[in-house]
Antibody, heavy 131, light 111 residues
């Protein structure tokens, strides 16, 4: 059974860097899936932050791209999120999840693997940005 | 403002059916067969209930079904039960630049 568990500080000061880890058990992160981060501000909806493929290629939400870094640590079977220059707007529950990229489609003669469904999810961790 | 538009709330009585819509554009829902739906109970993580528009994980009851027409995807829940009361989110692949978009979520109330 695949399980994911987020960890990291619950409180970050404005302008500093938010850092979270996601430990994966029951599946190797080098296998045939990608690994994503999704956040949910209190009382609001889900928002995709970014994803890293099993080979280490990152994909980011264009609105956050300048502040986000996602990386893999295959030795620990975990992946990480770093979000710099945080503000109160970054206060949210942060979820990590396994993401399927097994599809294939062609566009202008090039093949692409779409970033698809998320399953399973970690339990989530609340990060508050406040001084 | 979310990229995909969902009704803020829907409701139904036990045993009835409800449908939740998710409207996007040709650049996301309408352009790819990669729509997924998630159920989220209060204080819990989201749970995948539909993927690839109309496929269901084996553990999800067949009361849950998905479909798509043009730029709008739909989730139908038949034979409503009290435990179906939750928030529901749609998600779509949105091409190689935008990549992933979510809907704003729909709160389902079982009357």
């Amino acid at each position: 059974q695949v399980q994911l568990q987020e960890s990291g500080p619950g409180l970050v000061k404005p302008s500093e860097t938010l850092s979270l880890n996601c430990a994966v058990s029951g599946y190797s992160i080098s296998g045939d899936y990608s690994w994503g981060w999704v956040r949910q501000p209190p009382g609001k909806g889900l928002a995709w932050i970014g994803t890293i493929s099993h080979s280490g290629t990152p994909y980011y939400n264009p609105s956050l791209k300048s502040r986000v870094t996602i990386s893999l640590d295959t030795s620990r079977n975990q992946f990480s999120l770093r979000l710099n220059s945080v503000t109160a707007a970054d206060t949210a529950i942060y979820y990590c999840a396994r993401q399927s990229d097994r599809g294939l489609y062609y566009e202008s003669g090039t093949s692409y693997h779409p970033l698809n469904w998320f399953d399973p999810w970690g339990q989530g961790t609340l990060v508050t940005v406040s001084s | 403002q979310s990229a995909l538009t969902q009704p803020r709330s829907v409701s139904g009585s036990p045993g009835q059916s409800v449908t939740i819509s998710c409207t996007g554009t040709i650049n996301d829902v309408g352009g790819y067969p990669y729509v997924s739906w998630y159920q989220q109970h209060p204080g819990k993580a989201p749970r995948l209930i539909i993927y690839d528009v109309n496929d269901r994980p084996s553990e999800v009851p067949d009361r849950f079904s998905g479909s798509k027409s043009g730029n709008t995807a739909s989730l139908t829940i038949a034979g409503l039960q009290a435990e179906d009361e939750a928030d529901y989110y749609c998600c779509s692949y949105a091409g190689r630049y935008t990549l992933v978009v979510f809907g704003g979520g729909t709160k389902l109330t079982v009357l």
